[in-house]
C-alpha cells in the first residue's frame, strides 16, 4: 500500500497522520533532554502501513528522533515511510546527516511536518528528493501542532537569538502568592504541584530572584509524588546581585546550579547560555522585570479558589502606568487541576 493507491490514499493518509500525531507525543520526552538540539519525534511506517520504529532526540551526542526510529525498525524499514516532526538534518555535526541514515535504510517516502530554520541543518528534504524519495510537507494543521508543542522553544530560539520565557505562578483568586504574615505552602493542591514539577523535567533552566531564594530557601528540584527526586533535573538558578548562601538549597549537590549577577533580565538569559526554555517562578519583582522587559513569551497560571484580602501579589512594577499600558494576554489552555484552575497564555499580538 503506498500514498498514491487511489482508493486506499485516505486509509493511508490516516495512517500517516496517526504517526505523526504519535511523533509529536514521543517528542515531549525530548523536552529538556536534546539542548541544544530541537526536541523532535519520529515514527517510521513500514511498507504495509504498521508502526516498525519510533523514536525521540536522544541528549546531545546521542541519536536523532529519525535515527533512533530507524534502528528500531531495522529492515522493517526498507520501502517504508518516515514521519518526522522536524525536516531531516542534512549535516555532519556531532552525528551524521539524518538524511544518509534515511537513505541508507531504503526509506521510499518521508513526510515531515515544520522546515528546519537552521541554515547548517536545512536542506533535507532537497537532499532526499534528489536522491528518489518521495518527500511531502505535513497539512497545516499538523505543521501547526508541531510549531506550538514541544519544538515551540527550540524554533522561538532560532528566530528571536534568546531563551523562551514562561513565567509560572500559584495564586489566590485576588492575586496573591503568599499571606500578611508571608505563608506561602501551599496556595494550591497537590495535583497543581504534581503538574508543576512534571513541567520542571521539561525545562531547561528555573529562575528565581534573590529575594524569593532568601524568604523561601526554594531547592528547585523536580520531584516524584513521593518526594524523591527525579532522574531529569533542570538547572536552577537565581537571579541578583546579593549572594547566594553555600548552604542555600538551591545550590544542591550536582553542580546544576547558577547564580545570575545581575538585575537585566536581558542579560540573565544572555548569561545562561545556548539554552531553549527558561521557567521564572519567582517573585513578584523578578516577575515584573520580565513583563517590563517584554521577555515573558507565556505564562502558565494556577489559580486556587481561595481569597486573601491581603499579602504579597503575583507580580509587581512590570512597567504600567495606566489600564491601556497593560499586558494582555490569550489564553491558550484552561483545564481545572482538583479544585485549582490553570490556564496557559501567551502575549497578544494585536
Given at each position: 500500500?503506498t500514498?498514491?493507491d487511489?482508493?486506499?490514499a485516505?486509509?493511508w493518509r490516516?495512517l500517516e497522520r496517526?504517526?505523526?500525531?504519535?511523533?509529536?507525543?514521543l517528542?515531549?520526552?525530548?523536552?529538556g533532554v536534546?539542548?541544544p538540539?530541537?526536541p523532535v519525534?519520529?515514527?517510521v511506517?513500514d511498507?504495509?502501513g504498521?508502526?516498525?520504529?519510533?523514536?525521540?532526540t536522544?541528549?546531545?551526542g546521542g541519536?536523532?528522533a529519525?535515527?533512533?526510529?530507524?534502528d528500531e525498525?531495522?529492515?522493517?524499514?526498507?520501502g517504508?515511510?518516515l514521519l518526522?516532526?522536524?525536516?531531516?538534518?542534512?549535516?555532519?555535526?556531532r552525528t551524521?546527516p539524518?538524511?544518509?541514515?534515511a537513505?541508507?535504510?531504503g526509506?521510499?517516502?518521508v513526510?515531515y511536518?515544520v522546515?528546519?530554520?537552521?541554515?547548517?541543518a536545512?536542506g533535507?528534504?532537497?537532499?532526499?528528493?534528489r536522491a528518489?524519495?518521495?518527500?511531502?510537507?505535513?497539512d497545516?494543521d499538523?505543521?501547526?501542532?508541531?510549531e506550538?508543542?514541544?519544538?515551540r522553544?527550540w524554533?522561538?530560539?532560532q528566530r528571536?537569538g534568546r531563551p523562551?520565557?514562561t513565567w509560572k505562578?500559584?495564586a489566590?483568586l485576588?492575586?496573591?502568592?503568599?499571606?500578611?504574615d508571608g505563608?506561602s505552602?501551599?496556595i494550591t493542591?497537590?495535583e497543581?504541584r504534581r503538574h508543576?514539577?512534571?513541567r520542571?523535567?521539561?525545562?531547561?533552566?528555573i529562575?528565581?530572584g534573590?529575594?524569593?531564594r532568601a524568604?523561601?530557601d526554594?531547592s528547585?528540584?523536580?520531584?516524584?509524588?513521593d518526594?524523591?527526586?527525579?532522574?531529569?533535573?533542570?538547572?536552577r538558578?537565581?537571579?541578583?546581585?546579593?549572594?547566594?548562601?553555600?548552604?542555600?538549597?538551591?545550590?544542591?549537590t550536582d553542580?546544576r546550579f547558577?547564580h545570575?549577577?545581575?538585575r537585566?533580565?536581558a542579560e540573565?538569559?544572555?548569561?545562561l547560555?545556548d539554552?531553549q526554555h527558561?521557567?521564572?517562578?519567582g517573585?513578584?519583582r523578578?516577575?515584573?522585570?520580565f513583563?517590563?522587559?517584554?521577555l515573558?513569551?507565556?505564562?502558565?497560571?494556577y489559580?486556587?479558589?481561595?481569597v486573601l484580602?491581603?499579602?504579597?501579589?503575583?507580580v509587581e512594577e512590570a512597567?504600567?502606568d495606566?489600564?491601556?499600558g497593560?499586558h494582555?494576554?490569550?489564553?491558550r489552555e484552561?483545564t481545572?487541576?482538583?479544585?485549582?484552575?490553570y490556564?496557559?497564555?501567551?502575549?497578544?499580538?494585536?
Open positions: 500500500m500514498a498514491t487511489g482508493p486506499v485516505g486509509q490516516r496517526e504517526a505523526l500525531a504519535d511523533a509529536i507525543r517528542s515531549r520526552s525530548a523536552s536534546s539542548t538540539n530541537p519525534g519520529a515514527v511506517l511498507p504495509a504498521d508502526v516498525a520504529g519510533r523514536g525521540a536522544e541528549a546531545p541519536r536523532h529519525e535515527v533512533v526510529a530507524l525498525a531495522g529492515e522493517r524499514a526498507r517504508g515511510t518526522v516532526t522536524l525536516e531531516p538534518c542534512d549535516h555532519q555535526g551524521g539524518c538524511t544518509s541514515r537513505l541508507a535504510a526509506i521510499a517516502r513526510v511536518a522546515r528546519d530554520p537552521n541554515p547548517l536545512a533535507g528534504s532537497e537532499t532526499l528528493r528518489g524519495v518521495d518527500v511531502a510537507r505535513a497545516d499538523e505543521v501547526t501542532a508541531a506550538q508543542g514541544p519544538l522553544a524554533l522561538h530560539r528571536s523562551y520565557v505562578y500559584a489566590t485576588d492575586g496573591r502568592v503568599a499571606a500578611a505563608t505552602r501551599w493542591g497537590p497543581s508543576v514539577h512534571g520542571r523535567q521539561e525545562i531547561d533552566v529562575v528565581v534573590s529575594g524569593t524568604a523561601d526554594p528547585l528540584t523536580a520531584r516524584s509524588d518526594g524523591s527526586p527525579t532522574r531529569r533535573q533542570p538547572l538558578a537565581v537571579m541578583g546581585l546579593t549572594d547566594v548562601p553555600r548552604d542555600a538549597s538551591v545550590r544542591g553542580g547558577r545570575l549577577a545581575t537585566d533580565p540573565a538569559l544572555a548569561l547560555g539554552v527558561v521557567l521564572v517562578e517573585g513578584p523578578l516577575a515584573g522585570a513583563l517590563a522587559a517584554g515573558v513569551d507565556e505564562v502558565e497560571a489559580l486556587a479558589p481561595i484580602g491581603a499579602g504579597r501579589s503575583a512597567g504600567v495606566t489600564l491601556g497593560a494582555g494576554f490569550e489564553v484552561t481545572t487541576m482538583g479544585h485549582d484552575v490556564l496557559r497564555m501567551t502575549p497578544r499580538t494585536a
